[in-house]
């Protein structure tokens, strides 16, 4: 019980004029935005009453007790003797965070049924929470694995995620091998596996294949939550076609009369500007490794990424 009513309804008021805007929750029920003015906080008959009120409902409860953290309070409410019922006030962006925390602790929970179902595997440890002194965020599911006298570092992201989220497991994934394999957990590795939402590892599997062929052994699976499977994806990358060899087309060599600012343009960085002109046009280009950064035209010169 709250013993100092007057300075409930303070604390409580003072709280509320923090933000115009509060999202509120009743129990388990869904959140939804109220106004600050929607919400009242009153001394009545020598009890704490809240009022909360919109365009199609009304409700007055009695406060019990209360809780400030942060950006959230939370109300122990009463109406009848036996019916309690809990009320959380928080910033969008604190419940957003919240949700995704809880979203993150059962993908993490799910995840291991899998990995022990499908892998074999016995999952010796698993965190989502973050580490600020390690650089470990608490966007990804971080575990240790454990196959026979083999164990193996993995990292996960589940698919409520944004896509660069997504992308950026393999980032997470090296800073955990690297916090993972100098601790007593995962010392002996020799595995490094990433789990991906189903239809989105794309890029990760792009990815992988520019990692040192020395480091760890890599695997990637597709996690299918609608399914309850985990599917093995191939790293890939495009073979040739992100070769320049196969892309560069042969330009005829044209003798260029000299020009003093052309002259002085490539005395910058000799060797590495080259000028091109196209059929038809007098119009020079200067390239800096294919990138066009300047041009010249009769006696003027203009500077530029892409002038």
């Not at 960085?269 to 990138?291: C, D, F, K, M, N």
Request: include cysteine; hydrophobic fraction near 45%.
């Amino acid at each position: 019980m709250i013993s100092d009513l007057a300075r409930a309804r303070y604390d409580i008021a003072a709280f509320l004029t923090r933000r115009s805007e509060w999202m509120c929750r009743l129990d388990s029920g869904p959140p939804m935005w109220m106004r600050e003015e929607q919400i009242s906080v009153s001394l009545e008959f020598g009890k704490l009453i809240l009022t909360l009120w919109g365009e199609e409902f009304s409700e007055c409860w009695r406060i019990e007790a209360y809780e400030i953290r942060g950006e959230r309070l939370i109300l122990r409410l009463g109406r009848q003797p036996g019916r309690v019922a809990t009320l959380e006030i928080a910033s969008g962006e604190s419940m957003g965070e919240e949700a995704a925390a809880a979203r993150r602790r059962a993908f993490a929970d799910t995840l291991r049924h899998l990995i022990e179902r499908e892998l074999g595997a016995r999952v010796e440890y698993v965190a989502t929470h973050r580490d600020d002194a390690r650089h470990l965020s608490g966007i990804y599911t971080r575990l240790v694995l454990a196959r026979g006298g083999e164990r193996a570092i993995a990292i996960a992201v589940n698919s409520g995620e944004p896509q660069a989220h997504v992308d950026g497991v393999v980032t997470a994934g090296l800073l955990w091998w690297e916090c993972a394999t100098n601790s007593p957990h995962g010392a002996e590795a020799r595995r490094l596996m990433f789990f991906a939402p189903c239809g989105r590892a794309a890029t990760i599997a792009r990815r992988l294949t520019i990692l040192r062929r020395d480091g760890p052994r890599l695997e990637l699976y597709e996690v299918d939550q609608a399914r309850g499977a985990l599917i093995a994806a191939t790293p890939f990358d495009q073979g040739t076609l992100f070769d320049p060899r196969q892309m560069r087309l042969p330009r005829p060599v044209v003798e260029l009369p000299r020009h003093p600012l052309r002259d002085r343009a490539l005395a910058l960085a000799p060797g590495l500007l080259r000028v091109a002109r196209r059929p038809g046009s007098a119009v020079e280009s200067l390239r800096l490794r294919g990138l066009e950064i300047a041009r010249l035209s009769r006696n003027r010169f203009l500077f530029g990424v892409g002038t």
